[in-house]
């Protein structure tokens, strides 16, 4: 068995996995607050440091109930920010670890997607890959055991990507999580304007969502592409920036929580 060790423990959150827990268990008791009825079928979800992010990221998973719709496979979409490659990229392992343990792949799924053109089974591409990794943690403590589908989304076109999410897509046991941050190194006002209406268009399902405008543009403009055949109805749960939480006020990273929930839930 293959697995892919934690590479950003100790730098976008905590080692030691009581103090990981703990912060993780934190930031999910202060985000509850009322959701749509029925099961939460997708996450956009931010990808930075939990002392930046963690609470926007938090708003995210705390609308998952796995008591009352239980979830089994989390399929997480997310950009490469160290290795580019033109294909969406297979990690090649059988788990992820993160300090909370391991996290079994879906081995039937990557057999599947590696038959894609647009698919390849890239190692190097996920080895030291933050944006996806920092979702685990969320989710070992609110799911417990599920599968993962991991997907570094690299230089695809929306339809190709969506076209590889619909091979995964499933139904209420299946999650999809879209891991992006926004505006990245805007003055604080700036970034505030350019977010909202970065956000207005992914509500709206506009697609495509501009480079700039989010460094998971890809991975996200697929899932918009998709999401239009699912009438999938957004809810925005929080907004800000690194300004906000823990940064800088001249140059700000953006950061949104939404979820999708179908329209007839």
């Known amino acids: 068995m293959t697995t892919r060790p934690p590479a950003v423990a100790g730098s976008f959150y905590p080692a030691s996995p009581a103090a990981l827990a703990s912060m993780v268990d934190e930031l999910l008791a202060d985000a509850r607050h009322e959701m749509p009825a029925g099961p939460t079928k997708a996450l956009l979800s931010p990808h930075a440091g939990y002392i930046y992010?963690?609470?926007?990221?938090?708003?995210?998973?705390?609308?998952?109930?796995?008591?009352?719709?239980?979830?089994?496979?989390?399929?997480?979409?997310?950009?490469t920010?160290?290795?580019?490659?033109?294909?969406?990229?297979?990690?090649?392992?059988?788990?992820?670890?993160?300090?909370?343990?391991?996290?079994r792949v879906d081995v039937d799924a990557m057999a599947v997607l590696a038959g894609f053109p647009q698919v390849s089974t890239r190692p190097d591409v996920h080895a030291d890959e933050h944006a996806l990794e920092v979702q685990l943690p969320f989710l070992q403590r609110v799911l417990g055991e599920f599968s993962l589908v991991p997907l570094a989304v690299g230089e695809v076109a929306p339809d190709r990507v969506a076209e590889v999410l619909e091979a995964v897509w499933g139904g209420p046991e299946t999650l999809v999580v879209i891991s992006s941050d926004l505006s990245h190194y805007l003055p604080y006002h700036r970034a505030r304007e350019v977010d909202r209406a970065t956000v207005a268009a992914i509500l709206d399902c506009r697609v495509p969502i501009g480079e700039r405008a989010a460094c998971g543009v890809r991975p996200l403009n697929g899932f918009l592409t998709a999401a239009r055949r699912h009438r999938l109805r957004p809810t925005l749960l929080g907004l800000c920036n690194s300004g906000d939480t823990a940064g800088d006020r001249s140059r700000v990273v953006?950061?949104?929580?939404?979820?999708?929930?179908?329209?007839?839930?």
């Open 81 to 103: 920010h160290r290795v580019g490659v033109a294909a969406v990229a297979l990690p090649g392992v059988d788990a992820f670890a993160t300090p909370l343990g391991e996290v």
């Open 53 to 79: 992010s963690g609470s926007t990221a938090a708003l995210g998973f705390a609308t998952l109930h796995p008591q009352a719709h239980p979830i089994e496979r989390v399929v997480v979409a997310c950009p």
């Open 254 to 265: 953006g950061y949104a929580s939404i979820a999708w929930h179908q329209e007839d839930a």
